[in-house]
């Protein structure tokens, strides 16, 4: 049976799914099988696993900074919202419906057997679970219904580390009340507070740590700075508001929109890493300007997203951007707002029945009442390269819709989906190539399909391409930021404090 070690919160984004990833590389690194685990994660970054269940992308980056495939045991539970009332609940990868947040109360009584037997399937295959918690264990009004917090760490018979964030400021009142908000039992599991987000000298800082002992009798594991130069994926889209937004002149210039309900951003997050890329974020018609590529994210309310652009000038700059250089990209839900029309028969998103498109792309898409979830290998189609081999691109699919082309072009023929044998044609693309959309998800993870579409965009503007980005592969940087957040971990925290939480 594994051991566990479980990391909470003072409040949302605070640095846990940050230190739990840290956590999941240091004890891979020393020879552990770790297994990530959050209960319930709220997120519109998702992932598809192998099996082709649906999971949140925070869990699948701590997986990977375990070495382990990723699982739907490490997130049984995935809550997409879909308006401010209502979200999409996923069990064990898979759709049970949409709920209102009361609706969602009383299904937790089924909900959490679930998150007992992914929790008991993990014990069976690690050595240790590293728990994430959510939001705060100190939510009164949530307390009762509790399933991703104290009542895990409960069930796990797991010790308890508090991570704070001291950027926001109020960290040694936020330490202290949560403490005390807790039950006597509850506190009892707690063994440590982490202050995160620290900038300045850390001897000002010392007075307050000895004090926060003395108060609480819980000891501080350590300090972590503001991270500066170690990159780690983003969960959602609160990160947005970090992201760079400049104007790109002299570079590469790619601008998102930013949709109002924005769903795995994390297919940028390649392209934001190489050299002589600026990649943006707007939110204002104002601030899109001439970007060598402008691309329509995915979205968790496509037909509302869609009467978004029409109704705030988007249309007039995505047509103004139709007839210059700019490439136009659209990925699953934007690729499907590029099209002529998206019906939607049995209101799987919205009460209307149908919403005109863009009309950029001939195509025409229906949602259909089953998710489509996939991992997928893929070619891409190119009438030039016929009869010679072609790079596989990876990725994975998820979405609602089944899209028809009528005159426009396929993109890609998937040849695998969930590691079975197919063919299946995905995407559209203008006779011009600037202008293209497909369901594939990640598919800038994939090396040379991203340096091809950065050369693509690099010959228009007939400027050379950097040596550095030729060189770029990004698995091998993510394993460099995990190797290097682990690093940054243990010269910040008591690890000996941490290895004595952990009976293994």
Not at 143 to 165: L, R, T, W, Y
Not at 449 to 462: D, T
Not at 484 to 496: G, H
């Amino acid at each position: 049976m594994a051991s566990a070690l479980m990391v909470q919160g003072t409040g949302s984004h605070v640095g846990k799914s940050l230190v739990v990833t840290a956590f999941c590389r240091i004890f891979k690194q020393k020879g552990y099988r770790v297994a990530p685990f959050k209960a319930q994660n709220m997120a519109l970054n998702s992932f598809v696993t192998n099996e082709g269940g649906e999971m949140g992308r925070a869990q699948v980056v701590q997986a990977e900074a375990a070495g382990v495939e990723p699982s739907v045991d490490m997130n049984p539970i995935l809550i997409k919202p879909q308006s401010d009332i209502g979200a999409q609940i996923i069990l064990q990868g898979r759709v049970v419906g949409n709920y209102s947040a009361a609706e969602y109360h009383q299904y937790k009584r089924e909900a959490i057997k679930s998150v007992r037997e992914s929790y008991n399937r993990l014990t069976k295959k690690f050595d240790l679970i590293m728990i994430e918690g959510a939001g705060s264990p100190a939510e009164i009004n949530l307390k009762k219904h509790d399933i991703v917090n104290m009542k895990v760490a409960q069930m796990a018979k797991a010790p308890v580390v508090i991570v704070s964030d001291i950027d926001r400021g109020g960290v040694f009142a936020s330490l202290i009340g949560t403490l005390e908000l807790l039950t006597t039992s509850e506190r009892a599991r707690v063994k440590g507070f982490i202050i995160n987000k620290f900038r300045g000298d850390l001897t000002l800082l010392k007075p307050g740590l000895t004090f926060l002992k003395k108060k609480t009798g819980v000891k501080v594991v350590g300090v972590i700075p503001f991270l500066k130069d170690i990159y780690i994926p983003d969960e959602d889209s609160i990160a947005l508001e970090k992201k760079r937004n400049n104007s790109g002149k002299g570079e590469l210039d790619i601008a998102v929109i930013r949709l109002p309900h924005i769903s795995n951003f994390t297919d940028f997050d390649p392209l934001e890493r190489e050299e002589g890329v600026t990649l943006r974020y707007v939110e204002e018609t104002s601030k899109i300007g001439d970007p060598d590529a402008l691309f329509i994210p995915g979205s968790k309310n496509t037909i509302e997203d869609l009467h978004y652009l029409k109704t705030r000038g988007y249309v007039k700059e995505i047509n103004r951007l139709k007839r210059s250089e700019s490439a136009i990209i659209g990925i699953c839900g934007g690729f499907q707002m590029l099209g002529k029309i998206i019906k939607d028969p049995y209101g799987v998103e919205s009460s209307l029945k149908s919403i005109e498109g863009l009309g950029i792309l001939d195509i025409e898409t229906q949602f259909e009442k089953k998710k489509a979830t996939f991992q997928v290998e893929a070619e891409e189609i190119e009438d030039s390269d016929k009869g010679k081999s072609r790079d596989l691109v990876r990725g994975y699919e998820i979405h609602m819709g089944r899209t028809r082309l009528n005159t426009a072009s396929s993109l890609f023929r998937i040849k695998k989906r969930s590691g079975k044998r197919c063919v299946v044609y995905d995407g559209a693309i203008t006779k011009d190539r600037k202008v293209w959309g497909t369901y594939i998800h990640g598919i800038f993870d994939n090396d040379r399909f991203r340096r091809k579409f950065l050369n693509s965009i690099n010959k228009r503007r007939k400027s050379p391409l950097p040596e550095a980005r030729r060189n770029f592969e990004y698995d091998t940087f993510k394993e460099e930021q995990y190797d290097k957040l682990a690093d940054l971990m243990r010269k910040n925290l008591d690890m000996n404090l941490i290895y004595s939480m952990v009976d293994i």
